[in-house]
């Protein structure tokens, strides 16, 4: 009998930990991934001729760094990996995968999704203009290319990356000019109970508030974003502060982010049930504690499912591959205490929980957005047209909002706007966010050339 | 192309590694080996493109081929996506897409 096929979407911790425990099993699991090299966006590599030690790059985190790259590392030879490759559409058993211009179909006999999360986004007045970038891109663009996003950079959003970019700008050398949280400072003491679970990571945090503090850069608590100013350029943010008061900040750069948006396209593509995650207020892929989906051959990791983090993305790896061997009737993997690793998810899980009390997603702020604000960034759609696609047009959810206004139907597929647009939609409504559903995934995840050359088997 | 004045991203470190020079829009730009095209752009200019509905300038957001908002094209008319793509030797872009040819 052939060798099972497994197929891994995702190198980052999830992906490699997978992969991991299936070669150990004896299996050649194929490692699908976008990206050149391995590490996923949170432990990406530099390219190749940069010098930075990992500490300079991960912080605190060079060590797990360091275990995830070398993991992988030590795999090669014994998976097929496929870099710059994209995982395009998933369904009944077959994986469509574009690479370097050649349209490949996979089957597989399980497949294992481990495709990450970006980040989440609200709009806000003048979001689209150059020099506003993501909390991520921010981050990227220091640990990829050694770049600050600008000479003066405002950070604004909520959740643990707002405070450790801010700590990585101010340590590279960038001028920080304010810390902006749109989550006020009592949410943060209403959290302690449930985040002193994982106490290494609060004083983590706190470590990070220390340094934004010696380098003398304000932080502000419980801002509602006005505006982003600037024709061609940023040239400046207006907020409200906690008292209420009008500022505007000067600066030529905006890194804005709240927590994370899980990719979890393909899941949706492949025909999982999806469950309202009150905690992260988005549609999640629904698993068992181990990473089983609803679809039998599928399999979940990582932040696209979880969105617990990289740590928590490891050990979701792990059990992932784990449930695979176990469902293809292969004996378990040694060294992997399975109970072990739920526990120590289920604490992670209660640290998310905390995470999302001390640092709320601000849902009230979209819902009074004005209505000339740019929600879709794709197709310019304004939240007075989805409003209006809800009252006038009587949209009873997110796609039918979409057939009406095109909001999320351009280029990135709602990944930042689907979200912001459910709020927006729901509160038109008067209806909670979960009421305006999400938007339906569709094939191709990302735009595809329209030649792609097909490979004849 | 380069809307505004002076450069979008400012380099921190790494600043030994050979230069390579592309074209943008016909003009040429020097960058350093390991830059993506997003970065060589915005290292000379804060634009990389302009949006569709004429609401202005863009210049990528997510850095991470999510937004598909750094879109630019070589002159052959190869779409690419700035910020994932590694500068080349000679390499040339426009920051318009180069019109689709008329069949029949």
Redesign the interface.
């Known amino acids: 009998m052939a060798a099972p096929r497994v197929i891994v979407v995702g190198a980052g911790p999830a992906g490699t930990r997978a992969a991991e425990v299936l070669v150990a099993a004896g299996l050649r699991p194929v490692v699908i991934d976008?990206?050149a090299d391995n590490g996923g966006?949170i432990y990406r590599r530099?390219?190749?001729?940069?010098?930075?030690r990992a500490e300079e790059l991960y912080g605190t985190e060079a060590g797990r760094a360091r275990a995830v790259h070398g993991a992988f590392s030590a795999l090669r030879g014994r998976i097929e990996h496929w870099p710059q490759s994209l995982a395009w559409q998933l369904r009944d058993g077959t994986l469509q995968v574009e690479r370097g211009g050649r349209a490949h179909r996979l089957d597989f006999d399980r497949i294992i999704l481990a495709t990450g999360a970006?980040?989440r986004l609200l709009p806000i007045p003048g979001w689209?203009?150059?020099?506003?970038?993501?909390l991520?891109?921010a981050q990227?663009?220091?640990k990829?290319?050694?770049?600050?996003?600008?000479?003066r950079v405002i950070f604004l959003g909520s959740g643990p990356l707002l405070y450790l970019v801010a700590a990585q700008y101010v340590k590279?050398?960038?001028q920080v000019a304010a810390v902006l949280d749109t989550a006020p400072a009592a949410a943060r003491r209403a959290a302690l109970p449930l985040m002193a679970v994982r106490p290494s990571l609060l004083i983590k945090g706190a470590a990070l508030l220390w340094r934004l503090k010696r380098a003398g850069v304000p932080v502000h608590h419980g801002v509602a974003p006005l505006r982003i100013e600037g024709?061609?350029?940023v040239s400046g943010l207006v907020f409200r502060d906690a008292a209420g008061r009008e500022q505007r900040l000067e600066g030529?750069?905006v890194g804005m982010g709240w927590h994370l948006r899980a990719?979890s396209q393909l899941a949706d593509l492949a025909g999982c049930t999806f469950a309202f995650d009150e905690v992260s207020r988005q549609w999640l892929p629904r698993i068992d504690a181990d990473g089983r989906s609803s679809v039998d051959g599928v399999y979940l990791a990582g932040d696209g499912v979880r969105l617990a983090g990289a740590d928590a993305a490891e050990l979701g790896g792990k059990l992932a591959a784990r449930a695979v061997l176990q469902d293809l009737g292969l004996p378990p993997p040694a060294g992997i205490d399975a109970e072990q690793l739920r526990r120590s998810l289920a604490r992670m899980e209660r640290f998310r929980q905390g995470l999302a009390v001390a640092f709320p997603w601000p849902g009230d702020i979209i819902a009074k957005l004005s209505d000339d604000t740019?929600v879709c960034?794709?197709?310019?759609i304004t939240a007075g047209t989805l409003r209006r696609s809800a009252t006038a047009l009587e949209a009873p959810e997110m796609n039918r909002a979409k057939a009406f206004t095109r909001v999320g139907m351009?280029?990135?597929q709602g990944?930042?706007c689907g979200i912001a647009g459910a709020e927006i939609l729901a509160a038109a409504r008067g209806e909670p966010m979960q009421a305006a559903g999400r938007i339906r995934s569709a094939a191709p995840v990302?735009?595809l050339?329209v030649a792609i050359e097909v490979e004849t088997p | 192309m380069m809307?505004?004045a002076g450069p979008?991203?400012?380099?921190?470190?790494?600043l030994v590694?050979?230069s390579v020079t592309l074209a943008v829009d016909g003009q040429v730009v020097t960058a350093l080996?390991?830059?993506?095209v997003l970065?060589a752009v915005l290292?000379h200019g804060?634009?990389?493109r302009q949006?569709e509905?004429?609401?202005?300038?863009?210049?990528?957001?997510?850095?991470?081929?999510?937004?598909?908002?750094c879109?630019v094209w070589t002159e052959q008319g190869?779409?690419l996506r700035a910020?994932?793509t590694?500068v080349t030797a000679g390499l040339r872009i426009v920051t318009r897409e180069v019109p689709w040819p008329r069949l029949g």
């Open positions: 976008e990206a966006q530099q390219p190749a001729g940069f010098r930075r970006t980040d689209t203009v150059p020099g506003t970038f993501s991520g891109a990227i663009a220091l990829a290319q050694a770049c600050a996003i600008g000479r590279a050398g960038a024709d061609s350029r030529d750069a990719e740019l960034r794709c197709e310019a351009g280029r990135c990944r930042f990302k735009p050339a | 809307g505004g979008l991203l400012q380099r921190l470190d790494e590694r050979p080996e390991g830059d993506t970065t290292l804060a634009a990389l949006s509905f004429g609401d202005g300038p863009r210049a990528g957001f997510c850095l991470m081929g999510a937004c598909q908002d879109w190869t779409r910020c994932s590694p």
